[in-house]
């Protein structure tokens, strides 16, 4: 009889050890800090990490496939190279440039620049 009392608790106890294993965790939140080395495109003015933004150390020639969630949404820039980066209109760094941030700079938001950024080129001067 012991046996079978104790065979029942710990078919219970597993059954109890499955469902807290199965319960869901909680998902952290994206990283969005803009790292030495990089340049960043936030898609909200003043650097929101509420919507997206892409940190990147290579240029792109059209964000329409590197970084869709910011082409031609892009609303604010924050440079963490060591020199200027450009952003362009047109793909592939053409249409002339939107802004040019220089290196360590950043830009919480620009009117003219808003919303019209579709590449990008490092190492430039400003």
């Excluded at 469902?19 to 939140?29: D, F, G, S």
């Excluded at 082409?71 to 440039?97: I, Q, Y």
Aim: net charge neutral; aromatic share 10%; hydrophobic share 35%.
């Amino acid at each position: 009889m012991l046996s079978k009392k104790i065979t029942a608790g710990l078919v219970g106890m597993s059954a109890v050890v499955g469902l807290v294993a199965m319960a869901p965790t909680a998902q952290a939140a994206p990283d969005r800090t803009c790292y030495d080395g990089n340049f960043c495109i936030y898609k909200d003015r003043d650097f929101s990490t509420d919507n997206s933004m892409y940190r990147t150390k290579i240029e792109s020639g059209r964000w329409d496939i590197d970084m869709p969630a910011v082409d031609e949404n892009d609303s604010s820039w924050r440079n963490r190279r060591a020199k200027g980066s450009r952003t362009f209109g047109g793909r592939w760094m053409t249409l002339g440039t939107e802004i040019c941030v220089i290196g360590g700079g950043q830009v919480n938001y620009y009117w003219d620049a808003n919303d019209d950024g579709a590449s990008h080129r490092l190492n430039q001067s400003c």
